[in-house]
């Protein structure tokens, strides 16, 4: 089989990894890539979100199967168009990749449903949104409808932060039309979990639980990031846990997807806090998570490609989707200055033993060289028995890895691990 994978992260990296254990993976190509994967797929320098380009080089290319990846090619129609093209998808269509495409969507339906999730109320002018402030409980969570590289969300502890972060989004318009409209939640309170599931619209399998660290810096502090590191699964995420979120969360919201009209087939990431009432969303993303898949799929013992097929064919039921019951821990590396200023064009240097184990996200070939290219430059995986085996493996790993002015967190897990200690 020839296969296309759209998009160029670390999450891409993984995904073409699990892809290639498949015999049938004959070839895979991942458009655009990135110098690290290309030692794993051939890279085509077409962007994630040229819809045209994609389906022009899959047509030309007589592509089998493509899997798209990010969440921007899916919400503009990218698996519609490769399917009216003949070629099948791993990945939901327009129409269903709303339920992150717009937060305004995603929480009209859960409300609409009964699907539990935080108190909310939406607005299309900052000027009711600032007077809704006035008396709203504090604190609040103000979301950007829509897109917004996954840092549309603010939390606000103080009503004049709250004021503000209305200002930035609508007003100063920093994510652009993502912010033409708003939603100010509840804050809840809880640990939070992630969980990447494989539906075809009828049958749900959800994947091994995650945790991701999002602030940059190390005692959860700094900016809001891409992902930092991420281990599975998560301590918080018991079996009775899991039965409540399968019942009242996962299954009612593919049934409310179909009653819609708007069939969900692909993976879809419920991020979820376990607050004193129970199992709540805090949001739907419409394909797996970065950095969680590079935790997930290191864990999955049954083959990816086949299970993809399988969704895409509607026939989820008939396969069986097994996981190891083994831990795993990702660190990530990153420029210095990363979320916001870095520099790039660093030489990155990995023994060759430690190959296997990383993901790359940021980075491109120059003069024969890897150099950073980005914010996040590479993921470090590895699995064992215990969650403190593999931190303690990832750790060394990272020590074994250079590139100047690189940094990362010192405290990937430790919060699991303590919860661990108490369940």
Known sequence: ??????????????????????????????????????????????????????????????????????????????????????????????????????????????????????????????????????TAPIPTVIKADGLALGKGVIIADTREKAFDAVRTIMSDRKFGSSGDRIVIEEFLEGPEVSVLAFTDG??????????????????????????????APNPYYTKEIAERCYEEIFMPTVKAMNAEGRTFKGCLYFGLMITKD???VIEYNCRFGDPETQVVLPLMKSDLLDTMLAVTEGRLDSVNVEFYDKAAACVIMASKGYPEHYEKGF?????????????????TVKDGNLVTSGGRVLGVTKTADTLAEALELAYASVKRISFENSFYRTDIGKKALKAGDIH
């Open 1 to 134: 089989m020839k296969i296309l994978v759209v998009g160029g992260g670390g999450r891409e990296h993984a995904i073409i990894k699990k892809l290639k254990e498949n015999p049938n993976a004959e070839k895979i190509y991942a458009l655009p890539g990135n110098g690290g994967i290309s030692r794993d797929a051939e890279c085509v320098d077409i962007g994630a979100k040229d819809i045209d380009a994609i389906v022009a080089f899959a047509v030309k290319n007589t592509i089998d199967y493509a899997v798209v990846a990010p969440d921007d090619p899916l919400v503009l129609g990218c698996v519609d168009a490769l399917e009216a093209n003949g070629i099948p998808c791993f990945g939901p269509r327009a129409n269903a990749a709303v339920i992150e495409g717009s937060k305004v969507f995603a929480k009209d339906l859960m409300k609409k449903y009964g699907i539990p999730t935080a108190r909310y109320e939406t607005f299309d002018s900052a000027e009711k949104a600032l007077d809704y402030l006035m």
């Open 202 to 231: 009828k049958t749900v399998v959800p994947m091994v639980s995650s945790m991701d660290h999002k602030r940059a810096l190390d005692g959860d502090k700094g900016l809001n990031t891409g992902g930092m590191g991420t281990i």
């Open 278 to 280: 129970g199992p709540k």
């Open 347 to 363: 030489t990155i240097t990995v023994p060759d033993d430690e190959q296997d184990n990383v993901y790359f996200a940021g980075a």
